[in-house]
Each structure stands twice: as C-alpha cells, then as structure tokens.
C-alpha cells in the first residue's frame, strides 16, 4: 500500500511540472540584453513570460523598435523537447537533469538561432527574486549576432 501511496505522489508531482517549462518558474520577469555583431553593438530591454510550458519574450530595441518571439517547449522523452511557434515545431532543444538550464536550436535555410537559459532560483524565496539568464546567436547568411541578458522577476 505504500508503494501505491508513493508512486501516486510521484505521478502527481510529475503531471504538475510537466506543464512548466522544464522546471523554471512561471511568471514574469524584466530585465537588459546586450547584442553584439561584428558591425555594431547595443542594449535593449526585455521582458519574459514563462507561463506553463510556453515562453514568450519582448524586445524593446532603440533603433528598431519592439519585436516578440513566443515558442513553446513540447515535452520529449529524456529531457529533450521540441521548439514549436505557431503551431510548427521549428527546433529542437534539451534540459539538463539536475539543473535549471535549458539549450534550444531552430534552423530554417540561411537563418541559424540557438539560445541557452538558465535560471538561478532565489536563495531565500521571501527576500530575493528568481534570476533568469539568457545567451545565445542568431545567424541569418554572414550576419552574426549574439546576445547576453540577465531578467529578474517582477513582484
């Protein structure tokens, strides 16, 4: 009976956090992004919502003006998942095992993007806010662009 007892438990836990994007936490967080290509380089600002297992990003870029990238990560076997926007998967990507750090790759002919996310939890959930940290490149023919970012939660 307690066998029964625990794999239930273990099974609730599961269907829970199989709608979060890989473990990190839901929400909203804000933050700043730095980009560099070998031409030029700038900031921008950003804000990130991890709503379920679906992420969505918003740029505030100066010169540019606003863009937004949404992807949802469809839970494969082992870690692994699909990168779908729009209803299409466009990439694949992996979680870490004990570890908020997820690593995604969309390739569609000339245009390359990869991206890491790492999320660093607070310490003392009462007093600090949830750090997210995302890295990457964008690669569209022999334009290269990476970014750095770091995102806080918003309360």
């Given at each position: 009976m307690k066998t029964l007892t625990t794999i239930t438990f273990l099974t609730a836990i599961l269907a829970a956090n199989?709608?979060?994007?890989?473990?990190?936490?839901?929400?909203t967080y804000s933050g700043?992004?730095?980009?560099?290509s070998s031409q030029a380089k700038g900031t921008y600002k950003v804000e990130l919502q991890v709503k379920g297992n679906e992420i969505s990003s918003q740029y505030a870029i100066t010169d540019t003006g606003s863009k937004k990238w949404s992807f949802t990560m469809k839970n494969k076997a082992h870690n692994f998942f699909d990168v779908v926007s729009e209803?299409?998967?466009?990439?694949?990507?992996?979680?870490?095992?004990?570890?908020?750090?997820?690593?995604?790759?969309?390739?569609?002919g000339d245009?390359?993007?990869?991206?890491?996310?790492?999320?660093?939890?607070?310490?003392?959930?009462?007093?600090?806010?949830?750090?997210i940290y995302k890295f990457g490149?964008?690669?569209?023919g022999a334009n290269v662009i990476s970014w750095q970012e770091k995102l806080n939660s918003v309360r």
């Open positions: 199989a709608g979060m994007a890989h473990g990190f936490q839901a929400g700043e992004g730095l980009w560099n209803g299409e998967k466009i990439g694949t990507g992996y979680c870490l095992e004990k570890a908020l750090v997820c690593h995604y790759e969309v390739a569609q245009f390359k993007l990869e991206e890491t996310i790492v999320q660093e939890p607070a310490q003392q959930p009462a007093q600090q806010k949830n750090v490149s964008k690669q569209t």
